[in-house]
């Protein structure tokens, strides 16, 4: 595969635009395992802007092509986040993964015990110009990540390998004029080395999946295929009614359905005209279960996360539990954005979507601008232009990586067999909004689809539960969101006369839209959204299973309309488990570490630890001395050889602890000054507690040596020391 190296060659900014506690005014991104990235929208911005470099310096480059064209020209480049890799300084980025998974139990092992490793503090100030000083309020503190690191980021193309030659020495010319990126460029930080690398992509094999197993449908003619995608960057799925800045906690049928035309190999009409294709909507999935839309009957107590109440039950049963509580009250919440899978022990199963929200900056026309402005300004007139081209800070809310979503394919079995080859031939692959860069990268896998048995279940009142939202055209061809045009269409397809509603449930959703080929909105339509539920009631008993894979309304093959339909139960009361993703094991027994990440955070907290005690203990030898004009040139002369030894290195340091006595001349060995200077200098030497932590190493993963260890101690008795005895000149009034 292509990759870009990114080499840091000053310390670092790429801001996330988000603080952390009082600390950091200005962060850098990093992952949940407190590892640092270059998102790869900034890398593709920053390209863009060297390519338009270039052009204006006369090289021809096709910008639109490589990079795109807002609203309008998809990007032939897409790029991945940069990650950690392998160089002179750091490991590749899998290897410091292996490590922090392994001793994730290690509780010294946080993101921001990781995150030290990289990145560190520095501060700044806005100084005065009249007076010199610096202003009140004006101190900020920036994380950066350390010069020297390395970052690789994954390039694909969305066209052939001989279109994609064309453009490579293009590219290359991109990333060698790219040199600085981040905060403060232009003040000695974010100066970057850029390389491009081209490797040929090679047609991904068909056996690296499980084997699907097609589902023939009762009525012979369609076949039902099962996916699970595995999002491996975070993905944007925009709501169509609230706009970028939300997503919706699914992946709509409407996009899988576009990812697999686009990939058969065929035209969109041609592959349609094959037969009626349903894609539903992809739902949160774990340990092999599509967990489904809570219905809008289903309630949980407010001060009880762990009971829930199903109002679709007989109104007599609901009335006994009420008796029961002996007046009491009992506030109730709808369950909303809740996935949930039950089963037959009156448990609800209950999954929540984790969202992200990253921020982004996009720079005015005007490059001599290095941040966006409210208002900007036309030099030549001195006119407001507003905010045009002025550039804007914007945020997007996205699904999570590392999560699963699951869904169904329904189609003749020419239109399955073409699916399974496109989705083998394409499993890793991007969908979704934003996916040329940082979003959008999932994994298709096909599962065997387990035959359901449905027993025939014969009764007159039946719970019908809609799975997606629901478009229904009413008798004068309109969109409607009235109960009856549901209950008309309910009985073409029973074949009954009558049919009413006891009970209902009911969830709105605006649906509306953008189509991006003719540059216009989509029309707005009301529609029932999903977890919408009705208690039905027909004049004769109904059999269940025929409602097996029954759509009801419109634009079913975008995965609208998707019923489930099943017996009222008689429990009002049932049980809420949290389901939660489950946790990567530990790995028993590892014996060495793929990077020197997890020692090196070790070392750091011992020396810490080590540090404190000596503290500790120079305070308690500084109460207890009484002869200070002694201890003062003793701690002076100590460290200062200490600070002498210190500079051949750590590993010819302290052979001994007498390394640090001075030589003493035969004079000053026989009066009594330097006798006493002995004596302080053995007292402070010979510390019990130095004897002691040099047997073992407090925290297991930290190595340590003996020298390593006697010389943080005593650095930082010494420096302790030297400041106590300086606070006492300060209080005597001294210099």
Sequence with gaps: MSYILIELKSDTCVSSGEIYNCLVDSDI???????????????????????????????????????????????????????????????????????????????????QSVLEQFAYMRTQTQICNKSGVAKRNTLRSIRVLKRGLTFRANVSFSCNNEIVKDYIKQLED????????????????????????????????????????????????????????????????????????????????????????????????????????????????????????ASAALYSLKNNSGSIRDRVVDDSIQEEYKKNLRGKIEQLKSLKDIYVSSNEMNEIHTMEVCTEIRYHHSRPEDKSIGRANAKMYDLDSNSNMGSIGAGEFYQLESLSEGQQFSGYVIGTPAQIELIEKAIRRHSKTRMGYNRSSEYGEVEFELVSAQEEKKDSIMCKQFVLKLESPLIQYSDDGAYTTESFAIIEALKKILNVETLKINKEFVKFKTLCGYNTTWKMRKPVIYAFDKGTTFVIEADCEIDLSLFSDIWLGERVNEGYGEISVYPIGSSYEKVKVNDLKVKVQN?????????????????????????????????????????????????????????????????????????????????????????????????????????????????????????????????????????????????????
């Design 587 to 735: 790995e028993v027994g590892v014996s060495k570490y793929k990077t020197n990440l997890i020692p090196n955070i070790a070392n750091k907290l011992e020396v810490e630890y080590i540090s404190g005690i000596a503290r500790k203990k120079a305070q308690e030898y500084r109460n207890k001395c009484k002869r200070v004009d002694v201890l003062k040139p003793v701690v002076h002369a100590l460290w200062s050889k200490l600070i002498e030894l210190s500079k051949h290195g750590k590993e010819r340091i302290l052979e001994d602890t007498k390394e640090l006595l001075d030589k003493k001349s035969e004079k000053k060995a026989n009066s009594r000054r330097a006798a006493q200077k002995d004596t302080i200098s053995n007292e402070i030497l010979q510390d019990a507690f130095m004897e002691e932590i040099l047997q073992n190493n407090i925290y297991e993963a930290a190595n340590l040596t003996k020298k390593e260890i006697r010389y943080e101690y005593y650095l930082a008795y010494f420096e302790e020391l030297k400041y106590l005895l300086r606070i006492d000149e300060i209080r005597k009034g001294g210099n």
């Design 29 to 111: 991104c990093y992952d949940k395992y407190g590892l640092p990235y270059i998102p790869a929208k900034r890398m593709k911005g920053c390209l863009r802007e060297s390519a338009e470099e270039l052009r204006d310096w006369g090289y021809e480059i096709e910008i639109d092509e490589i990079f795109g064209e807002p609203g309008s020209h998809n990007a032939m480049l897409r790029i991945s986040n940069a990650n950690l890799c392998k160089s002179d300084i750091n490991a590749d980025y899998e290897d410091y993964l292996i490590d922090i998974k392994a001793y994730r139990n290690a509780n010294y092992i946080t993101t």
């Design 174 to 293: 991109c990333c060698k004029a790219l040199k600085t990126m981040g905060l403060n460029r232009t003040r000695g930080m974010g100066e970057v080395e850029v390389s491009f690398h081209f490797e040929e992509e090679i047609e991904q094999s068909q056996t690296t999946l499980k084997t699907a197993y097609h589902r023939p449908l009762p009525d012979g003619e369609r076949e039902k295929l099962q996916y699970v995608i595995t999002l491996k960057s975070p993905l944007l799925t925009r709501s169509i009614s609230a706009g970028q800045d939300v997503t919706e906690n699914y992946i709509e049928g409407a996009k899988v359905l576009g990812f697999l035309v686009h990939h058969v190999g065929m035209g969109f009409e041609e592959f349609m005209n094959l037969g009626e294709l349903i894609c539903s909507n992809a739902y949160i999935y774990n340990n092999g279960i599509r967990y489904l839309p």
